[in-house]
């Protein structure tokens, strides 16, 4: 699954969602936490934004597995992490503290991993798909209940710039698989 001339060095897949997940439908949480579980399942480690919602039960879904999860954050310590911010603690073995507010969060977010899934979410989330687009970065739609899928699909057709790296797929075991092999095509051999 992982480079076969440096096993130690883990894939890091980023899942991007909503922080706020009142618009995102009934099922949108539970699907995160599968995501969380089957990139664990992958021997992979989960990046987030270090926030609630979405990536909030992704990382609880990775650490039902026993897996890594870590988050960067906004802020520049712990203390404005939690009071300033709002965000929380649980759930992530490492926190790194940015700095850079939500806009530099979400490029060293994006670049420090090797693919990014996309679940229900608003303008953050969007920022975070156009960055890893434009980094050519492998990246899995999580299909559902919400729209930021069909955003995310308008966005790519009418932008005209062909499809870059990016799959669709509302079965998280199967989206982790697919972005698995893709990632396992671009790693050093």
């Known amino acids: 699954m992982n480079n076969k001339r440096h096993p130690h060095l883990k894939i890091k897949i980023c899942v991007s969602g909503a922080a706020e997940t009142a618009h995102c439908g009934p099922d949108a949480l539970e699907k995160a936490k599968e995501l969380g579980r089957e990139i664990v399942r992958h021997n992979a480690v989960l990046i987030s934004g270090a926030t609630t919602g979405f990536p909030l039960w992704a990382a609880m879904g990775a650490k039902e597995e026993d ?47 090797d693919a990014i899934i996309v679940g229900c979410g608003r303008m953050g989330t969007i920022n975070e798909f156009t960055v890893a687009f434009e980094d050519n970065k492998p990246i899995g739609i999580l299909q559902g209940s919400w729209q930021t899928d069909e955003l995310v699909e308008k966005i790519i057709q009418e932008t005209h710039r062909g499809g870059g790296k990016v799959i669709f797929d509302s079965d998280p075991k199967k989206l982790v698989s697919r972005l698995i092999e893709i990632i396992n095509k671009e790693k050093l051999r």
């Not at 929380?88 to 507010?101: A, N």
């Not at 806009?103 to 060293?108: A, F, I, K, T, V």
């Open 67 to 113: 897996g890594i999860s870590i988050g960067l954050s906004p802020a520049s310590s712990e203390k404005e992490h939690v009071k300033d911010f709002k965000l929380p603690l649980e759930y992530l073995d490492l926190i790194i503290f940015t700095g850079f507010g939500y806009s530099g969060r979400n490029l060293l977010l994006t670049r420090s991993s």
